[in-house]
Structure formats: C-alpha cells, structure tokens
T-cell receptor
Framework: KQEVTQIPAALSVPEGENLVLNCSFT??????LQWFRQDPGKGLTSLLL?????REQTSGRLNASLDKSSGRSTLYIAASQPGDSATYLC???????????FGKGTSLLVTP | EPEVTQTPSHQVTQMGQEVILRCVPI?????FYWYRQILGQKVEFLVS????????KSEIFDDQFSVERPDGSNFTLKIRSTKLEDSAMYFC?????????????FGPGTRLLVL
C-alpha cells in the first residue's frame, strides 16, 4: 500500500522567505503526484500535478519536483506571502490504480 | 471556472440513521471519487466510480456505504446506518479521464457529525 509522509509537520517563516516542503512515498510505481492546498475547514485546492514521466512542474511562485526512483517530491515556494499560510498536502497514486494516497500535510504559517 | 459542488455543507445526524451526501462533478468529467478526512487525520480514499460501476474501493468502503449516479449531474454517497466514527469531512472529486496527467478536482466537502 502506498504510504505518503510529509516533513516538516509545521513550518513558520517570515514573509519573503523561500521555502521547501518535502514529501516521500513508498511505492515508486506511480502515475501521478499532486500537491494541494487546504485552508482551515475548507476543501482541497489542486496546486500542481506531476506525471510519472516528468521531473518538475511550475506555476507562478510554486515549483514541484519529482524523483520517482528515490520516492521523493518537493514543493518550493518562492518569496512567501502571508496569504500562503495554509496546510499543504502531497498525494500520490500507485500502479494499482488512480486513488490518491495523502500525506498528513505541512502546516505553513507565513508571518508579516 | 467549472468546479465540483457538494451539498449539504454540514449535516448532523443521529447514530443509526441513513445519510446521503450529494455532489455535482464538473460537467464533462467521467470519473468520480469520494474521500473522507476525519478531524486531525489524513485524507483517505473511499471509492471511485465510472460508467455506473465502482472502479476501485478501499477497505473503509464496506457494505454500509454505497454510491450512485442517479441522474446526469449528481453523484451520491449513502451511508446506511451511521456510526460515531463516520463523523468526518467527506470530499467528492472528479476527473475527465482516469489516466496519467489527470488532475483530480475536489469539492468543498460536507462535514458530517454523527451524534
């Protein structure tokens, strides 16, 4: 069964800093890996999807990388802003299907 | 921008009662999913659905749960006899295809509280 782990569990940074969130997964035979943002009590907003054949994806200040062989993905946030404060979730499927397996998330606080 | 919608946003029910959670997937999407998130825990996959059949299901999705596409727009999750441990946020998601490169789009969730 695919297990997804995210480190750190929580992170607090001052506004303007660049930061990296880490995700690891146990089954490297994935089709897709998705990064989501979750605000308190709210739904999941898809940020980036990386296909198994890709190494990275970029959207604005966000860049996600994928190293399938080592079972790792990172989400890089450039020039963080207070509005980036949220929980960031990593989710990977496995070669048994497209169901997403989620990590517990990294709770990010960006202070002004 | 098209989005997944869910109703109700909150539901409170008594243990043993049946509940139906409703979702309207993005209109041209063909694959539908239910996930749940117990407070403070990971989001967990329940079931995926295509062409009026279950494609995948997790061990959580037992005989107490069922899914249905009753018409061309709605996708429902029914819990026959709710238990206290069914209290969670339930998310619906949809994709156009079930394939590499397909983003799963999630709805805002229904918060279910079983008393």
């Amino acid at each position: 069964k695919q297990e997804v782990t995210q480190i750190p569990a929580a992170l607090s940074v001052p506004e303007g800093e660049n930061l990296v969130l880490n995700c690891s997964f146990t089954d490297s035979a994935i089709y897709n890996l998705q990064w989501f943002r979750q605000d308190p009590g709210k739904g999941l907003t898809s940020l980036l999807l990386i296909q198994s054949s890709q190494r990275e994806q970029t959207s604005g200040r966000l860049n996600a990388s994928l190293d399938k062989s080592s079972g790792r993905s990172t989400l890089y946030i450039a020039a963080s802003q207070p509005g980036d404060s949220a929980t960031y979730l990593c989710a990977a499927d496995s070669n048994s299907g497209y169901a997403l397996n989620f990590g517990k998330g990294t709770s990010l606080l960006v202070t002004p | 921008e098209p989005e997944v919608t869910q109703t109700p946003s909150h539901q409170v029910t008594q243990m043993g009662q049946e509940v139906i959670l409703r979702c309207v997937p993005i209109s041209n999407h063909l694959y539908f999913y239910w996930y749940r998130q117990i407070l403070g825990q990971k989001v967990e996959f329940l079931v995926s659905f295509y062409n009026n059949e279950i494609s995948e299901k997790s061990e959580i999705f037992d005989d107490q749960f069922s899914v249905e596409r009753p018409d061309g727009s709605n996708f429902t999750l029914k819990i026959r006899s709710t238990k206290l441990e069914d209290s969670a946020m339930y998310f619906c998601a949809s994709t156009l295809l079930m394939a590499v490169g397909e983003t799963q789009y999630f709805g805002p969730g229904t918060r279910l509280l079983v008393l």
